[in-house]
Every structure is written in C-alpha cells, then in structure tokens.
C-alpha cells in the first residue's frame, strides 16, 4: 500500500514537470516572440506618425506668423511712406492695406479692416526706446494688427492635423509699428556787430555748414529755413529741402546793429507758419546769440508764444558775453534743450550733436 502511494507521488510529480516543461517550450517559442514585437512595432509605428504630424503642424504655424509678421511689418511701413508722402490718412489706409493684400500669409493674402491700423505719435523716452500712443499729436507713427482670427477678414488658420489634437486651426495676431519723423526747421542766427569780435560769425558760417552737411546725409528729408536778427529781424531763406540754399543764406548775410532776440524768434516764427501742416510734422527751432538782449520785447514771451504753436525752440549760447541765464529759459519754455560754447569748435560740436538728433528715423 504503502508503495501505491509512492507511485502515485512520483507520477503527480512527472505530470506536474511534464507540464513546466511544455508551457516553458511554448513561452520561449519564436512564433511567440514574434507576436509580442509585432504589437510593440505597432504602438512604435503609431506614436511615430502621431509625433510627425504634431511636427508637421508646429512648423506649418511658425512659418505662417514669420508670414504673418512680414505682411504686417510691409503693411506699417507702406501706411508710414504713405502718410509722411501724402500726409493723408486715408491715403496712408489703403496703401497699407492694399501691401497687406499683396502678402500671402498661409496661402491666402492678407486683408485689413481700417480698424487694424491705429494712427499716433511715437516718442523718444529715457531707456532709449520709442513709446507709442495712439491718437498722439502730432501724428508720425502707423501700428498695424495682422490677424488670422476667426473674426478677422482673411478668417483663421486650418492645421493638416489639428483635428487629431482637438484643434482644428490656429488663430496668429501680430502688432507693427513703423515710425516716421519729418520736421521743419528753422535755424534763428544772430548778426549782430558783436559776431565780429574773435571771428564769431565766421565761426557760425562753419557750423552751421557742418550741421547741413549731416542733415543731407540723413534718411530724413528735412525742410530747413534761416531767419536771423540784429537790431531788426529777416526772413533769410524760406522752408526748403535745397540745403545748399541755408549756407548761400549765411554767406551773404550783412552783420552790425544791435540784439533783438525776440524779433528773430518772431521771424523764425512766420518762417515755420508757412511750412507744412504741423499735424504731421515737428517744428524744430534753432536759436543762436552771442549777447543779452537789448532791443525788442523779452525774449522769453516770444519763445512762450511760438512755443504755444507746437514749436520746440532749441538754445544756443556762443562766447563769454552770450546771456545763458535767459537762454536757458527759452529752452525750457521751448521744451527743448540749452547748449553753451565758447569757441567754434565747440559751436561745430552743438551743432553736430542738434542735428545727428534731428536726423533720427525710427522703424518698429
């Protein structure tokens, strides 16, 4: 009996290894393994094209705002050229819009509403950047909105894949701004009989040359004019962009009598009143004496007078006897700024300094 159970023991035990061994053979077996790597290639396979077509609509949005920025950036600067050429709003509207039109941006152009373009004033502030502000005055800057949203005239953006993702399109916007910078400037010289002492007046012929020069040179075409006073004041040369024509001026200007400062504020004055409109363009006043002021009202009430017509008034004092303190003030009633010199090479550098300042032109 007691060997039945043995027997029994041992055959329990054969089935049991029998089986081990059979299951064994079946999991390492190739058709096995092959079928495990066929499903895992599969989920490859599949994460594979699901990342290419996530890259795929990646790339395709980048390059649609590079196209999006490049119309938009061709519409500021086609409205700006417009509207400094024509000094017309209107005109500046379709110009930049019909530019926008001419830009594909993914593979449809680019069209804009007028109230995709905001009209204002961009100004110099103390970081050294432009600061934009809409409604400005005067007026030299066009920002423009380039949009690809569902509310914008050229609709939004469809995806190759989006759908897979839950999203169908995309919606680009770009903002623009391009700024353009046309002045009027008028040039208030002393020819007193001081300016002869110590060659003062040939001095300034030089300066003066040196300021022209740099201004020719400038991208800015500028409308220059030359008013200059002694006892009484004159109209020299009227607002041109004949440049040549200010150092004629100052070639044949007579130079005795007294200072009236105010007087050449005035003349300077109807100068820049027969200019362009100054809803577009800055007015700029360079004002030069060597003395204090002894003919004709205070020179202060007539800076604060054309001050108050949206001219800057830039000052300049020339030798020891000039009055800086009064100077100094029509430069602050002026809103612009006082410079001293005491010999001509330092008039050179004034002048050079006003006019690399003037000749700034600004694209955003």
Do not use: W
Not at 47 to 70: G, I, N, P
Not at 102 to 125: H, K, M
Not at 270 to 296: P, S
Request: contains cysteine; neutral net charge; charged residues 20%.
């Amino acid at each position: 009996m007691q060997r039945l159970k043995s027997l029994a023991v041992l055959n329990a035990y054969s089935r049991v290894a029998h089986a081990k061994t059979f299951f064994q053979r079946y999991k390492n077996s190739p058709a096995d393994r092959r079928g495990a790597m066929l499903v895992l290639i599969c989920v490859m396979i599949f994460a594979f094209l699901m990342t290419v077509a996530f890259s795929v609509d990646v790339a395709y949005m980048h390059l649609v705002k590079s196209e999006l920025r490049s119309a938009t950036d061709a519409a500021a600067k086609a409205a700006t050229e417009a509207l400094a050429r024509t000094q017309n709003s209107r005109a500046a509207l379709d110009r930049g819009k019909e530019i926008a039109r001419a830009n594909l941006v993914a593979n449809a152009p680019l069209d804009l509403r007028d109230s995709d373009f905001d009209f204002g004033r961009a100004t110099l502030v103390a970081n050294g950047s432009f600061q934009f502000q809409q409604g400005g005055f005067p007026t030299n800057s066009v920002r423009v909105h380039g949009k690809r949203t569902n509310n914008s005239l050229s609709g939004n953006v469809q995806l190759f894949f989006g759908r897979i993702f839950n999203t169908a399109s995309f919606q680009p916007e770009e903002t623009s701004t391009a700024t353009f910078i046309e002045r009027d400037i008028v040039l208030v010289v002393d020819r007193s009989g001081s300016m002869l002492d110590d060659n003062k007046f040939l001095s300034l012929i030089n300066a003066v040359s040196v300021f022209v020069s740099i201004l020719n040179d400038s991208p800015v075409e500028e409308n220059v004019g030359l008013a200059s006073y002694s006892t009484f004041e004159s109209e020299d040369v009227d607002l041109t962009t004949n440049l040549v024509a200010i150092n004629d001026g100052m070639g044949r200007m007579p130079v005795a009598g007294f200072t009236n400062i105010s007087g050449g504020i005035d003349a300077g004055g109807r100068i820049m009143a027969r200019g362009r409109t100054r809803q577009f363009v800055e007015r700029t006043m360079i004002l030069l004496t060597d003395g204090m002021q002894n003919v004709g009202r205070p020179a202060v009430q007539a800076a604060r007078e054309e001050a108050a017509k949206g001219t800057t008034i830039h000052a300049i004092t020339f030798g020891r006897d000039a009055d800086k303190s009064a100077m100094t003030q029509v430069a602050r009633i002026g809103g612009g700024r006082f410079f001293h010199a005491d010999n001509g090479a330092e008039l050179e550098r004034v002048f050079r300094e006003i006019a690399l300042t003037l000749s700034t032109i600004l694209t955003q």
